[in-house]
C-alpha cells in the first residue's frame, strides 16, 4: 500500500521517481497516512509580536522571523502532497494597528513576494491571494498581481496569501456580487454563495491551524470553515516547524467528521 502511495505522489509531481521525500518519511514514521491527507490547510500565523516582545525585540523582527517561518512550511506542505494551503498574513481589522507596524508588515509582505516568487514557481507554486485588493498599498498589490500571473498555470500546491482579508467582508462581498448579477432571491443556495467567494474553485480547507494559542476564529475564512477541523498549539509562529505541522496532520487524522451525521 505504501509503494502504491508513493507512485500516486510522484506520478503527479515528478513522473518518475518512487522515492519518498524527508517530509513524508517523517510523516509516515508519525504514522500519518499519505493517502488521508488534508487537501487544504488553513494557518491562523499568530504569536510574532509575542515572540519578540519576549525577546526584548520590536515586534516587526517578530514578523520577519514569521516570514522565515512560512517559507519553509510552504516548502513542507507541498513536499508533503498538500493540495491547498491558505495563509492568515494581515486581517481587515490589523489596520487598527499602529501605523508603523501597518507600514512595516505591508513592506515586509511586498518584499516576500517579489524575493519568494522565482523560487516558487521553480517549485510549480501557484500564487493566490484573498482579500480586499482595492485597500492593499499599490506596489503590493502589483507585486501580488505579478506573481499570481506568473504561477497561474503551475500544477504544485496552491498557496493563497490572504490579505486584507475578513471573513465577514468576504460574505458581503459575495452578496453584492449576487445582487450585481440580479440573481433572484429564490435562486440564492449555499452553493452559490460559495461560488462568489474570492477563490470560488478552491475546496474549503479541512483543517486549521491556530499558532500560539488563542482559541478562536478573527474572522479567518468563517464561510469556508464551518466544517473543517481544528487544531491550536500554542507554538508561535516564529517557532513553528515542519513537526508542528505534521503533528497537526497526525492530529487530523485521528478525527471523526461527522458532518451533522451519525458516524459508528
Ligand atoms: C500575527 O502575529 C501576525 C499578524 C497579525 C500580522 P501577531 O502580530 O498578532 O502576534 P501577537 O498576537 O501580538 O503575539
Ligand atoms: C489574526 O491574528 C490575523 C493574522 C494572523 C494575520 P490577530 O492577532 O490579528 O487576531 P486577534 O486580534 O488576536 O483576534
Ligand atoms: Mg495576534
Given at each position: 500500500m505504501r509503494?502504491?502511495?508513493t507512485d500516486n505522489h510522484h506520478s503527479e509531481s515528478t513522473g518518475n521517481t518512487t522515492a519518498l521525500n524527508s517530509v513524508q518519511k517523517a510523516a509516515i514514521e508519525l504514522g500519518i497516512n499519505l493517502e488521508a491527507l488534508p487537501s487544504h490547510i488553513a494557518i491562523i500565523m499568530?504569536?510574532?509580536?509575542?515572540?519578540?516582545?519576549?525577546?526584548?525585540?520590536?515586534?516587526?523582527?517578530g514578523h520577519r522571523e514569521g516570514y522565515k517561518t512560512l517559507r519553509s512550511i510552504l516548502l513542507a506542505a507541498s513536499e508533503l502532497g498538500v493540495k491547498y494551503l491558505t495563509v492568515y498574513a494581515f486581517s481587515a481589522e490589523n489596520w487598527r494597528r499602529p501605523e508603523d507596524e501597518v507600514a512595516g508588515l505591508m513592506k515586509l509582505i511586498e518584499t516576500a513576494a517579489r524575493d519568494e516568487l522565482r523560487a516558487m514557481h521553480q517549485n510549480n507554486v501557484r500564487v493566490c491571494v484573498a482579500g480586499r485588493k482595492e485597500q492593499i498599498p499599490l506596489g503590493l498589490r502589483k507585486a501580488l498581481e505579478h506573481g499570481i500571473e506568473t504561477t497561474k498555470d503551475n500544477t504544485g500546491i496552491t498557496f493563497t496569501l490572504a490579505v486584507n482579508y475578513g471573513g465577514r467582508a468576504e460574505i458581503v462581498d459575495a452578496v453584492k456580487s449576487l445582487i450585481t448579477e440580479n440573481v433572484p432571491a429564490e435562486q440564492i443556495t449555499e452553493?452559490?454563495?460559495s461560488q462568489h467567494l474570492y477563490n470560488p474553485n478552491h475546496p474549503e480547507p479541512d483543517l486549521m491551524i491556530r499558532t500560539a494559542g488563542e482559541m478562536r476564529w478573527s474572522n479567518f475564512l468563517i464561510w469556508q470553515s464551518a466544517y473543517c477541523e481544528l487544531f491550536v498549539t500554542e507554538v508561535p509562529w516564529p517557532?513553528?516547524?515542519?513537526k508542528q505541522l505534521l503533528e497537526a496532520v497526525s492530529t487530523f487524522q485521528q478525527r471523526t467528521r461527522k458532518f451533522g451525521a451519525v458516524v459508528e
Open positions: 509503494q502504491g502511495i499568530d504569536g510574532n509580536g509575542r515572540w519578540a516582545k519576549k525577546r526584548g525585540f520590536a515586534r516587526l523582527l452553493d452559490l454563495i517557532e513553528f516547524s515542519s
